[in-house]
């Protein structure tokens, strides 16, 4: 969820190695762990989020999504089944 929309929803088990969404992949990237990899960088999400009081038409990840597309700043992705229990809201990945 972001910003108060459901931008993906995958069982728990399958989320490290299946997500599909930009945001989902960029919390796995930001994530912390005392057993990870020392080498690995910590990767974070690029600019600020927008205010959840004033959420931008279309997306509400685009001003943070490195695949964002003019699409994307006008129509507000829908939940699709991209598999079986697996839906993702984000027209890069459906239109890929």
Do not use: W
Request: proline fraction near 7%; charged fraction near 25%.
């Amino acid at each position: 969820m972001y910003l108060g929309n459901i931008v993906e929803v995958i069982p728990g088990e399958d989320v490290a190695k299946k997500s599909l969404h930009p945001y989902t992949q960029a919390l796995l990237g930001a994530q912390f762990s005392i057993h990870m990899d020392q080498e690995k960088k910590i990767e974070s999400i690029e600019s600020e989020a927008p205010s959840p009081l004033d959420v931008p038409h279309g997306c509400p990840f685009q001003n943070r999504c490195e695949h964002c597309m003019e699409k994307c700043r006008t129509i507000r992705p829908v939940l699709t089944e991209v598999e079986s229990g697996h839906e993702v809201a984000c027209h890069y990945v459906t239109e890929k």
